[in-house]
């Protein structure tokens, strides 16, 4: 196993360093298809290649015109199966992050939660790798107050890194008669000002977690972005009185998460490429929205 996975992962970082080439080339023959189109000479730095690129272009069709990368890749597989997540916590985790992380497993449908112990990380993405798991979720606390999760999608990434702030559980929640049961079907799932690219790269990493839902089912997860601050709400909802009486019923639990770093790798990858980062000069560009307006 391990040296599939050896070789899974070569295999992986091969088509990975093959993007820079397909994209020149890509380039290339975009630039002879337009001098086409508009009747323009050809290029002199391609006039070499041309007849060469223009057989490639005749054989292409829509799929194959334009190149891949592997972002695409990493969620190419995602609809074939339904997600699996192994949730787990920071060692020694204490009884609010324990209630928290126990709350998380009913959030995401399909999930198992593991008790750290005195694991590393490493043997945990090892043994997710060998029983099938598409995603490792890490929850981290400081001073009994959960602070931070890790989104890492296996087997080769990417990986998500989000602060947590303003965690309320349903624990915490004393009027237990406003909130609704805690239902498990699989939710339907809103996500409000994602338009910048890293916003959509955002949403793919956090949509994947969810397997696809049933049209009739009641139950509505919501991530909403102000600010580059994201707003986790979980409601259920009653028609009582026929379609236009709707009741909203928060179900808990709910916190804001704050992306400030993306990974193209998994979790156990000290040297895995960094694709995002937040930078301290991006704390004070007020007007900038890095996920969307």
Same mark, same amino acid.
């Given at each position: ?6 070789? @899974?992962?070569?295999?992986?970082l091969?088509?990975?360093? @093959? #993007? ?10 975009? &630039?002879i ?27 292409e =069709? ?14 190419a597989?995602?609809?074939?199966k =339904?997600? !699996?997540?192994?949730l ?58 959960p ?17 947590l ?11 237990k ?6 239902? #498990?079907?699989?939710p ?10 890293l ?13 696809v839902?049933?049209?009739?089912? &009641? ?35 709910r916190?804001e @998460?704050?992306?400030?770093q ?23 560009? !007020? &007007? ?6």
């Amino acid at each position: 196993m391990h040296r599939r996975n050896i070789r @899974l992962r070569r295999e992986y970082l091969y088509r990975k360093s @093959l #993007e820079g080439k397909e994209r020149l080339l890509y380039e290339k023959k975009r &630039k002879i298809k337009e001098a086409l189109e508009e009747g323009k000479p050809i290029p002199t730095e391609l006039r070499n290649e041309e007849s060469a690129l223009r057989k490639e272009i005749d054989l292409e =069709d829509e799929n194959t015109s334009v190149p891949r990368s592997t972002i695409d890749d990493e969620y190419a597989n995602a609809t074939e199966k =339904d997600p !699996k997540i192994l949730l787990t916590t920071s060692r020694n985790p204490s009884a609010p992050l324990t209630q928290f992380v126990k709350e998380l497993k009913i959030v995401f449908p399909n999930a198992q939660r593991m008790n750290r112990g005195g694991q590393v990380i490493s043997e945990i993405i090892e043994t997710c790798r060998a029983h099938d798991f598409t995603d490792v979720i890490l929850v981290h606390e400081h001073r009994g107050v959960p602070d931070g999760i890790i989104i890492s999608h296996l087997p080769f990434g990417p990986t998500a890194y989000f602060g947590l702030l303003n965690v309320v559980t349903r624990h915490d929640i004393k009027d237990k008669k406003s909130m609704g049961t805690m239902p #498990e079907a699989y939710p339907h799932l809103i996500f409000d000002k994602f338009s910048t690219k890293l916003g959509e790269r955002t949403v793919n990493i956090l949509k994947h977690l969810f397997p696809v839902p049933k049209p009739d089912t &009641k139950r509505i997860i919501t991530f909403a972005n102000q600010s580059d601050y994201i707003s986790f709400r979980h409601h259920i909802y009653e028609k009582h009185g026929g379609p236009k009486s709707i009741e909203l019923k928060e179900v808990g639990p709910r916190f804001e @998460l704050r992306l400030y770093q993306i990974k193209l790798g998994t979790v156990d990858q000290d040297e895995a490429q960094t694709e995002w980062v937040i930078r301290p000069y991006m704390n004070t560009s !007020k &007007k900038q929205n890095l996920l969307g307006d």
